[in-house]
Structures are given as C-alpha cells and as structure tokens.
C-alpha cells in the first residue's frame, strides 16, 4: 500500500520548474508523470507522460487525475487545502493537506516552530490598522509587515521604519490579514533541506548560503561557511520540523543566521526548493530524485555531496547570457522552457562544482 513500485504514476500539482526537474528525475528512476497545473505547454508539462490543464478547484479534473494516478505530491505549496484533501479521498497525498494548512499561513507557520523550542524573529497578528499602531510599539522598528498567505520573492511584504506613514502601508495591503515581524539583521541566510520517508527515515542535504537580490533567490553556496556546531544545529532544527509535522516528502527551512550566531528560522517550503538545485551535480541523490524516493515509499538515497557547488539562478534577460555560459565547459546549464522572459522570472540556472577542499566562489 505504501510502495510504488518503478512503473507506477506520480500525480505533481503544479507545473513549473519544480515540477519539471521532479518529472525528469521521475522518469530517469522509470515512473510515469501526470502533471496538473493551469498553464498550457508548462515547463512541467513539456516532459511529463501526461498534463491536465485545468484549475485546482475543478473537481471533474481532479478526480480524473485522482484515477490516473498511483500517488500525489506537490511543487507548489499554496495549492488549496480543499484540493488536496478531495484528492486524499482517492489516492495517497504527500505531504499531507494538514501540514500545508499550517505552512500557508505564516501565522501559523511561526507560531508551530515556536512551540518546538526554536526561535523565529519576534512576531505579531496583525488585522487592522489598530493592531498595526500597537504591534510597532511592540515590535518596534525596522520591521515588516507581510501578508499571512501567499507571499513569495519578497511579495506582500512593506518594510517599515519610524519614518513610514502607518495608514498609508496599511492601505497597501488592502486589509489583507497579515504579521509585523522584527527586522533581523542577519549575517548571512541559509536553508537546509531534508526529506522524510513513508517510515519516518530523514535524510539532510548540507546548510547552504543564500544570497538574495531585489528579493529573489540569486546564488546558493553549498556549504554555507558556517561552523560546524552551527551547521549541525541547523539540520537538526530542519529534522525536528520535519518529523513533527509528519512529513512525506521533502522540506526546505529558510533561516536566517544572525551577528551573534543565533539561528532564526524564516519560511519553510515542503517541496523541492531553488537552493537545493545544485545537489543534481553535487550529490548522489539529488532533491528531486529524492522526493519521488520519498513520495513513493522507497527508502532515501544518500544526501552526502561529493563537491562543493554554486548555483546561480538566470532570471529575466540573464537567460541571454546561455551561450557564454555554455561556453565554460564547466558550467551545468539548465533552462526550464519558459518562452517569455519577463523580469523578475526564473528561466534557468547554471551550477559549478568545486572540490570539497574549496570555498564556493559566486
Ligand atoms: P520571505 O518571503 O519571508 O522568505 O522573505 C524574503 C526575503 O526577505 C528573505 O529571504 C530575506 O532576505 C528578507 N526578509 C524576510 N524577513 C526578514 C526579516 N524579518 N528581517 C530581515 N530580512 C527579512
């Protein structure tokens, strides 16, 4: 029942990049993918077995997927609950509709990692402009306000400081239920990613370093350059969301390293993540043949790198940079298939290896 053997279909909700490097992963381990996603010649859909092309509330869709399929799992995690719990009438959904309940909404999110011991950036609940005058006399500034759902790349976040007018950030986020979070001023940020099995099994890829720009993910260096007790904090702390929240799958946990090494934990993705898309040529199981391990009751490949890596993302117009890019022999390209390059849009990436012996260099 827990077993899907090599043969056997994985249904992937959502139909970008993710979902692409999940689907070429599935296919070289010898399983079909059906992808379900709302866009047309996604870069998913272009080498899955099969696309539905329908909306995530269409319940005719899914329950044709549902059939079609020998497992579920996900690329995207704002998918609505109520989709995954229809789909979980029918056929195996990893990771579980609860768990993306809780990492939908930040409130949530930070308020479960909170109970288990590990520290966040302080936060409040805010509704009103009401909660908003009192939570930044509580919080105080530098702070931001971000909406509770469906906030990424820096999306439905205000930034706000003792000079910002109150109402006027408010108004922008047109009543939107939100948190006030303190402003950390970090040294570095960096995530782990770890997957979990159907027999509760974890298994860590190395903290890495990521290095953000106008708030999208712009190079990851694998490792981080941080020390070894704190890079063993980390996965642990990664570890311990994972088997709390009863994952099958696989989670990234975004944190922030602060001045006097303290770890703060961000955002959690539990889904493949753009800072562990170097493990395709740094490790011996990368993140995307990982989960499909994962979400069909393999036991875990080894997560161990055997090279240090940087991965830069390619977005908007630096996609035009491909041919010098390839020019370097060294250089492991990949491009998602997206026809249009608008700003601000991941259309590719390039990772390069480095002995284990050397730093990363950007
Ligand atoms: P998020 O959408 O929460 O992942 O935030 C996107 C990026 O904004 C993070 O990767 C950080 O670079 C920055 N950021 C978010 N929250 C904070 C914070 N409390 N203090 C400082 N920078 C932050």
């Known amino acids: 029942m827990t077993t899907i053997a090599p043969g056997g279909t994985i249904g992937i909700l959502g139909d970008g990049q993710l979902g692409r490097m999940m689907a070429i992963a599935a296919a070289e381990m010898g399983y079909f993918v059906h992808v379900f996603g709302p866009d047309e010649m996604s870069p998913a859909a272009q080498v899955s077995h099969r696309a539905t092309i329908a909306s995530y509330g269409d319940k005719g869709a ?147 370093e990521n290095r953000h720009k106008n708030h999208i993910l712009d190079v990851t260096l694998a490792p981080a350059d941080i020390p070894p007790h704190l890079a063993d904090r980390a996965v642990e702390i990664a570890g311990k969301i994972a088997a709390k929240l009863d994952l099958v799958g696989l989670i990234a946990v975004e944190m922030f390293v602060t001045r006097d090494n303290q770890i703060l934990v961000n955002e959690l993705a539990p889904r493949p993540h753009n800072s562990g898309h170097w493990t395709i040529e740094g490790c011996a199981s990368s993140q995307f043949r990982q989960i499909i391990r994962a979400v069909c009751g393999l036991p875990l490949g080894d997560p161990a790198r055997h090279s240090n890596a940087m991965m830069r993302n390619l977005i908007g117009d630096q996609i035009d940079g491909w041919e010098k890019l390839l020019a370097d022999p060294a250089n492991s390209l990949h491009l998602y298939g997206k026809r249009e390059a608008r700003p601000g849009r991941k259309m590719g990436h390039v990772t390069k290896l480095f002995p284990l012996k050397e730093k990363p260099k950007a």
């Open 62 to 208: 899914l329950e044709a997927f549902a059939k079609s399929v020998d497992v579920v799992t996900l690329e995207f995690e704002n998918i609505p609950t109520d989709t995954l719990d229809y789909l979980a009438r029918h056929v195996p959904v990893r990771p579980h509709a609860k768990l993306l309940e809780i990492t939908q909404d930040r409130l949530l999110e930070k308020t479960f990692v909170n109970k288990l011991g590990i520290s966040t950036a302080p936060f409040t609940n805010v509704q009103s402009i009401g909660d908003l005058v009192k939570a930044v006399s509580q919080i105080r500034t530098p702070a931001i306000l971000k909406t509770r759902r469906l906030g990424y790349d820096g999306k439905g976040q205000v930034k706000i400081t003792g000079a910002s007018d109150l109402d006027a950030v408010w108004a922008e986020m047109k009543d939107a239920p939100s948190i006030l979070e303190g402003f950390v001023n970090f040294r570095l940020e960096i995530s782990v990613i770890v997957a979990r099995s159907v027999t509760g099994e974890i298994a860590a890829y190395c903290p890495v």
